[in-house]
């Protein structure tokens, strides 16, 4: 089985969005009631808001592909430095999505090896990201690749305030 990882383009706007909300969904509805699952996806996770956030200039969107199939995606943005970074040259890690039926095939190494490299080209210092507190699974990937909790903040889905840890890595 060959990964493929590709910058995406707007034509795969629509499968991103797609493979966004099933993987969330699918990740964070065990935990969290369904108003608030409703809400979010409503209000943060539309079809519309998602097809419009993969042309936004100060995104990008690297989607990892098995043959012709969409089974993951990176998102990275030149988002403002969290303030215990200060003013490091940083890229942020927005998301590393794969589709469930991938988990433990590659998906997520072959995301993440190209967001270091591509952080690494656009001479940065650090990646960084942030993972709810609970998603185990996730902090221990990233733990990995050598990223490390710096901090803390607020990640409000629905109506429910959670935590999500934040962890940074040099490049």
Known sequence: ????????????????????????????????????????????????????????????????????????????????????????????IGRIYADQKTIGKGVGKALMEKCIALAREKNKQCLWLGVWEHNQRAIGFYTKFGFEKFGEHDFVLGNDVQTDWLMKKSV
């Open 1 to 92: 089985m060959t990964i493929t990882i590709k910058y995406a383009t707007a034509g795969d706007a629509e499968k991103i969005a797609l493979l966004s909300r099933k993987t969330f969904y699918e990740t964070f509805a065990e935990f969290n009631t369904k108003e608030d699952m409703d809400k979010f996806m409503a209000e943060s996770f539309s079809m519309e808001a998602l097809i419009k956030e993969t042309s936004a200039p100060e995104h990008i969107f690297l989607a990892a592909f098995i043959e012709n199939e969409l089974v993951g995606y990176a998102k990275l943005t030149a988002s403002p430095n969290p303030p215990e970074l200060g003013d490091t040259a940083a890229m942020e």
